[in-house]
């Protein structure tokens, strides 16, 4: 079966700029993740979706960061201005059940950086 | 919050067995993941354990104690290729959040 999708790979901003990012899940997978991974860090949850209703969203800077999934399937993520702490790779992750023991799987990653 | 701790960084020797530690807070845990990263890749899946006790899987296995709030991922018969960093992740009742420690850097060495 296809993975998780992520576009782009790599994306070079100036701070104050805006960015997006894509995420295609696995197909049948409810539950969606955002995650943003900082060098030398594990990664840290920024928003997760059941279908397309958002779960927890606790940790998203939601003064500039935002996040919808259409329809329950694809999913984006917008920094809107950027800085340069956001600087960060960008995971999706994907898995068929919000509780419980649903193994995630990783997209390769969108790595942003912030000039 | 759900903290999770974990050493920052290991070393060992290619051959020999390494014991990577991970406690997290039990309050609404709903089961403990092992994910091996490589420099520039994602993370890839492990194990899973949400009943106390091992499980072995190859040369990886995973422990845990969930009145403990610890559990422990062992690599044996290290491989070169072994070195990467090493997330454990817990996930949680409230809508089955997953949560991330820093990860463990191994270095595996000749």
């Known amino acids: 079966e296809a993975g998780v999708a992520q576009s782009p790979r790599y994306k070079i901003i100036e701070k104050r700029q805006s960015v997006a990012f894509w995420c295609n899940p696995i197909s049948g997978h409810a539950t969606l993740y955002w995650y943003q991974q900082i060098l030398g860090q594990g990664p840290k949850l920024l928003i997760q979706?059941?279908?397309?209703?958002?779960?927890?969203d606790s940790q998203l800077p939601k003064d500039r960061f935002s996040a919808e999934r259409l329809k329950g399937v694809d999913s984006t993520l917008k920094i809107q201005p950027a800085k340069l702490e956001d600087s960060a790779v960008y995971l999706c992750?994907?898995?068929?059940?919000?509780?419980?023991?649903?193994?995630?799987?990783f997209g390769q990653g969108t790595r942003l950086t912030v000039v | 919050g759900q903290n999770i701790d974990q050493p920052t960084e290991m070393t060992a020797t290619e051959g020999a067995i390494v014991q990577i530690n991970c406690t997290y807070q039990?309050?609404?845990?709903?089961?403990l993941f092992w994910y091996q990263q490589h420099a520039g890749e994602a993370p890839t899946f492990l194990s899973y354990n949400v009943l106390d006790g091992l499980e072995e899987k190859g040369r990886f296995s995973s422990f845990l104690s969930r009145s403990k709030g610890y559990s422990y991922l062992l690599l044996k018969e290290l491989q070169m290729k072994d070195s990467a960093s090493y997330l454990c992740a817990s996930i949680y009742n409230q809508g089955g959040k997953l949560i991330f420690g820093q990860g463990t850097e191994l270095s595996v060495k000749p």
């Open positions: 039990t309050s609404g845990f709903n089961g």
């Open positions: 992750a994907s898995s068929l059940v919000g509780e419980g023991a649903a193994e995630a799987f």
């Open positions: 979706f059941q279908n397309n209703g958002v779960v927890d």
